[in-house]
């Protein structure tokens, strides 16, 4: 059982994160991830350059009016920048609170080797003590659900839904706000309505073991995926229906005990991520829970490309990750408009 003071400070963490007008920026992208994104735009991956890239999108002015806070890779939270500071305090210096991603990647699934299962259970509470240590005041657990032929299995997704619970349940024993993240995947053909139903199911397993685990629903947070169209689906569904599907579903599946869901961006556009949560705030205003965003990509796809590797290139990608935060803070209202960003342009 959690204290009745340790309730208290989760509870407070938990809704910080999710106050009006902010949203948490996802930079703990692991080095293969980073890698790839980088071998993009042609930026070589070093420690350096990681730390320097982390750093410009870090020390943008003002961006703690619209980011509550920063998810962190292991190697970030270790990193410190060029004036000395340590990253999670240029952070906090920021008004923005330091997190730290702490699963340990996916592997094939033992006989069902097309589904994934998440790793990093093992000396979990030791590596939460050493990163509270550092500064961090929560925590993220990614699981990922592969739409497909036969698949997903139950195996699959109550293997992943009970990893989520005991990470959820160190995290708070330890003091750490836990951010659950079970993501069906974007990729394949599936339409919206069978993605629908496989987030529904997963989001029920995740919170039954949840509830098993003891864990305190207020101190909590969910990083879902949106209900939307498979990639390759021939037929797209528009912004209001994924709106409207992605709520119906949250609704079957999430208790209103926890303070907020904050949707990853999951393959999206930066354009599409920001316009399906709008619309969602705009067509809902009698929710349990808060709606924002804890995107990876839909903030940082354009400042990557604007900044190169290049220190001449830092003020120009600041201002569009500034745009990007600022244009995702008026979705958290549902106040977003096309209009808005062709000012910016």
Sequence with gaps: MISGMDKEQ????????????????AADESFGTIGKRFKAVGIESTEDTRRRYRQMLFTTPGIGEFLSGVILFDETIRQKADDGRPLPKVLEDQGVIPGIKVDKSTTALPLSPQEKFTQGLDGLRERLEEYRGMG???????????IGQGIPTERCISANAHGLALFAAFSQEAGLVPIVEP???????????RCYEVTEWTLNRTFDYIYEAGVELSGMLLKPNMVISGKDCPEQAGVEEVARMTVECLKRSVPAAVPGIVFLSGGQSDLQATAHLNAMNRLYDDLPWELSFSYARALQGRPMEIWKGDDANVEAAQKAFYHRAKMNSAARSGSYSEEMEKEAA
């Design 10 to 25: 989760l509870q407070s963490t938990a809704r910080a994160l999710v106050a009006p007008g902010k949203g948490i920026l």
């Design 136 to 146: 961090a005041r929560f925590t993220k657990w990614r699981a990922v659900i592969t």
């Design 183 to 193: 993501e069906v995947l974007i990729d394949g053909d599936h339409t919206i309505e």
